[in-house]
């Protein structure tokens, strides 16, 4: 089931305690363009068809990235891409968005999107793996 647009940036805005729903907006642009460039394939195309279409055609046209970066480095891109943003803002940022995109997915899918992340990405999604 796709996820409305009014919800998902509800969601993030609240999970991200932003004052706005623009800033809500910016960091679901930022984070979902970035985690675009790391996931391919079906497990792409399945989790945009969970996202509002804005959102989803994000996910779907990332920059390419040279290599997968790590769930650090990827925070980091994140406070690189967000005007102000600090490695400590940039982390909620990424924690509010993914941790929304995890919930528009199921758990099969999650598992399947975390396969191809480096290790780590679990604990941005909010979704802790057992070791």
């Known amino acids: ?3 409305r647009w009014d919800a998902f940036l509800a969601a993030v805005q609240e999970r991200g305690e932003y004052s706005s729903p623009e800033e809500a907006e910016r960091a679901g642009r930022v ?8 996931i391919v394939g079906s497990e792409r195309a399945e989790l945009a ?22 769930p650090e480095r990827f925070v980091r891109a994140t406070a690189a891409w967000i005007e102000g943003a600090t490695e400590e803002t940039a982390k909620w940022d990424v ?11 199921d758990e099969e899918l999650m598992g399947r999107v975390l ?7 679990d604990l941005l999604f909010g979704r802790p793996q057992p070791l």
């Open 115 to 121: 396969l191809q992340l480096p290790p780590g990405y």
């Open 49 to 70: 068809a969970r996202l509002p279409e804005t959102y989803a055609l994000v996910l779907l046209n990332p920059l390419p990235a040279p290599e997968p970066l790590s």
């Open 95 to 105: 924690s509010a968005v993914l941790s929304v995109v995890a919930d528009a997915a």
């Open 31 to 38: 984070v979902l363009g970035l985690l675009g460039a790391h």
């Open 1 to 3: 089931m796709v996820m």
